[in-house]
C-alpha cells in the first residue's frame, strides 16, 4: 500500500510539472538564476581561497649569512629551524647556488655580468629561505634567528641579515588584508545566498497558490496531508533537479570566458581546469541544493493550505 | 443519521450565519435545504464536513461529533460524504478520469478497483466520451456531472450539493436532479442547498427552509416557501 501510494505521488507530481508548463518553466527559471548566483559565489569563494593561499605561499623569511660563515655551521642551523613546530620548510640556497641563480636571471644584462667577472670573486651570501605553516607564525620564526639558540658552538652569529624586519610592516598588512578580504567574501556570499533561498521559495510559493484551490478540494474529497504534499514536494524536487543541471551546464562557458580573463592577472589557477578537476564536488554540492531547496519550499508552502 | 444540535455560527466579523440550528436528517432521506443568498445554507454544509467549526451546539454523524473528531477521522468521514458544489471543485490539470480517479486513490483504492470503477461511474452521468477531456474541456452541465461522478464513486453514506444548479441552464439543471433523485433512490441520503423553486418542485421531497440563520419551516410535503 504505501509502495503504491509513493509510486501515485510520484506519477501525479511528474504530471503536474508537465502540465503546468508555463508555472513550471518560469520557477525553473527563477531557481536556475539563484542555484548559478549560489554557484558562482561557491566557486569564487573557493577560488578566492585559492589564491589568498597563493598570496601567503609566497610570503617567506629569508636568512641570509656572512660570506665567512661555514656551510657547516649553517647546516647545523638549518636543522634546528626545521625542529621548530611553526616552520613547514626550510630552503638552503648554497653561496655556489646563488651565484648560479644570479647569474642566470642576469644573462641579458651583459654588463652587470661582465662587472661580476671583473670582482673575481662570489659576492653572494648563502642563503636560508623558511616557510612558516601559517603567516601569522613569522614573528616567532624571526625571534627564534635573534635569539641565543641561533647562535653557534663558539657563541658568535654567522646570521648577516634577515628580510622578516624590513619586511614585518607588508608581511602584517597582507596578512591584515587577507583575512578581512577572507570575512568579508564569506559575509556577502552568506547574504546572497540568503537572498537566492527567499526568492526560490517564494517562486515555489507563488506558484503552489496557484493551487490553493485544488489542494482545498483535495481534502473535501478525504485525501491526507501526505497525498496532497506530496506530488507538490516531487515537483519541488523537479524543479531543483533539472535547475540545477541547466546551472552546470551554463556555468561552464562562464567559467571558460572567466577562465581567459583571469589568466592575464594569474596564471597558476586554471578555472577551465580548476572547475572541471571539482566538477564531482561542484556537482554534488548544486544538486543536492537544488533538491534540498526545491523539496523544503514546496513542502512549507503546501502547509499553509492544508487547514481545510 | 445527521443531527445538528442547536448549533450556532459566528464568524470572526461578528457576522451569525447560523442561529440555534437543530434539525435531524434520517438515512436514504432526500432533503433540501433553502433560502436566500446568505441565509447560512452553505455553512451549515460546511459545517458538516468539519471545513468549519460551530461557535455552539454540536453536529453529529451516526452519533460521532463530527467537531471531536481527530485528524485521520476527519479524513475517513470525508470520504463517506461526497460533495458537490457550484463551481464544480474540479482539479483543473487532471482529466475526468484523473479527478475522479483522485477521490478512489485518496480512500485507498486499488488500480484493478480504480480502472474498473471509474470508466463505470462516468458512463453513469451519461460522460463516457469524456473520460479523457479536462475541465476546461467541458460545458458547465458535463463538468458538474464529473463533480457527481466523482462525489458518488467511493458509494459515501451521504451526498450533500452546494447548489449544484446555481452555474447551469434549465435543461443541465433537470439532468442534473435527476442524477441525484436516481442516486437517492439507490439508497443515499441527499443533502441538496438551493434557491431555486422549480428545482425543490421536481424533487416533491422534504425542504428545510433557513432564514437569517434560523431553521423557520420543515416541511415534510417539499413545499417551498421563502
Redesign the interface.
Known amino acids: 500500500m504505501i509502495w503504491t501510494s509513493i509510486k501515485r505521488i510520484c506519477k501525479s507530481g511528474f504530471i503536474n510539472f508537465w502540465r503546468n508548463g508555463f508555472v513550471s518553466f518560469a520557477s525553473v527559471l527563477v531557481v536556475v538564476m539563484s542555484l548559478f548566483v549560489f554557484e558562482a559565489l561557491i566557486f569564487f569563494s573557493i577560488l578566492g581561497g585559492v589564491y589568498i593561499n597563493q598570496i601567503k605561499d609566497k610570503v617567506d623569511v629569508n636568512v641570509y649569512f656572512a660570506t665567512n660563515a661555514s656551510e657547516q655551521d649553517v647546516l647545523v642551523l638549518k636543522k634546528s629551524i626545521e625542529s621548530l613546530p611553526e616552520v613547514a620548510k626550510v630552503e638552503y640556497v648554497s653561496r655556489d647556488q646563488s651565484l648560479i641563480d644570479f647569474k642566470a636571471r642576469h644573462s641579458d644584462d651583459e654588463l652587470t655580468i661582465q662587472g661580476l667577472n671583473e670582482l673575481g670573486l662570489n659576492p653572494f651570501p648563502a642563503a636560508l629561505n623558511i616557510k612558516a605553516k601559517d603567516t601569522s607564525q613569522y614573528g616567532s620564526v624571526a625571534k627564534f634567528l635573534e635569539s641565543k639558540n641561533a647562535l653557534t658552538k663558539n657563541g658568535s652569529t654567522i646570521i648577516e641579515s634577515i628580510n622578516y624586519n624590513k619586511n614585518k610592516l607588508i608581511i602584517d598588512r597582507l596578512i591584515k588584508i587577507l583575512d578581512s578580504l577572507n570575512k568579508l567574501g564569506v559575509a556577502i556570499t552568506s547574504i546572497l545566498i540568503f537572498i537566492a533561498i527567499a526568492i526560490t521559495f517564494n517562486t515555489i510559493r507563488l506558484s503552489i497558490y496557484a493551487s490553493r484551490e485544488e489542494i482545498g478540494v483535495m481534502k473535501l474529497v478525504g485525501a491526507s496531508n501526505k497525498y496532497v504534499r506530496g506530488p507538490f514536494v516531487v515537483s519541488g524536487i523537479m524543479y531543483g533537479l533539472i535547475s540545477s543541471f541547466i546551472t552546470l551546464i551554463i556555468f561552464y562557458p562562464t567559467v571558460y570566458y572567466l577562465g581567459t580573463i583571469t589568466n592575464n592577472f594569474s596564471s597558476d589557477v586554471n578555472l577551465v581546469n580548476y572547475y572541471i578537476i571539482n566538477f564531482g564536488q561542484i556537482f554534488l554540492i548544486i544538486t543536492g541544493s537544488g533538491i534540498l531547496l526545491g523539496a523544503i519550499s514546496s513542502y512549507l508552502a503546501v502547509r499553509r493550505y492544508l487547514k481545510v | 443519521m445527521i443531527y445538528f444540535d442547536k448549533v450556532s455560527k459566528i464568524y470572526n466579523d461578528d457576522s451569525i450565519a447560523l442561529k440555534d440550528v437543530s434539525f435531524t436528517v434520517e438515512p436514504k432521506e432526500f432533503v433540501s435545504i433553502v433560502g436566500h443568498s446568505g441565509a447560512g445554507k452553505t455553512t451549515l454544509l460546511k459545517l458538516l ?1 468539519a ?1 468549519e467549526y460551530p461557535t455552539e451546539g454540536n453536529i453529529f454523524f451516526e452519533s460521532k461529533n463530527v467537531h471531536n473528531l481527530g ?2 477521522d476527519v ?5 463517506r460524504i461526497g ?1 458537490v458544489f457550484q463551481d464544480f ?5 487532471k482529466t475526468a478520469y484523473e479527478n475522479i480517479a ?2 478512489m ?4 483504492k ?2 484493478e478497483e480504480i480502472e474498473s470503477d471509474v470508466p463505470h461511474v462516468l458512463e453513469l452521468v451519461d460522460l463516457g466520451k469524456k473520460i479523457w477531456s479536462f475541465p476546461h474541456e467541458l460545458s458547465g452541465g458535463e463538468k458538474q456531472r464529473v463533480a457527481i461522478a ?1 462525489a458518488i464513486v ?1 458509494q459515501p453514506d451521504v451526498i450533500i450539493a452546494d447548489e449544484p444548479t446555481g452555474n447551469l441552464d434549465p435543461m443541465n439543471t433537470y439532468e442534473i436532479i435527476k442524477i441525484l433523485c436516481k442516486i437517492n433512490e439507490l439508497g443515499t441520503t441527499v443533502i441538496l442547498t438551493t434557491h431555486n423553486k422549480g428545482v425543490v418542485d421536481s424533487v416533491g421531497k422534504r425542504v428545510l427552509t433557513i432564514d437569517a440563520g434560523s431553521i423557520t419551516r420543515d416541511d415534510k410535503e417539499g413545499k417551498y416557501v421563502l
Open positions: 464536513l471545513e485528524r485521520n479524513m475517513k468521514l470525508r470520504r460533495a471543485k474540479l482539479i483543473p490539470n483522485f477521490a486513490e485518496a480512500a485507498g486499488t488500480e466523482r467511493n
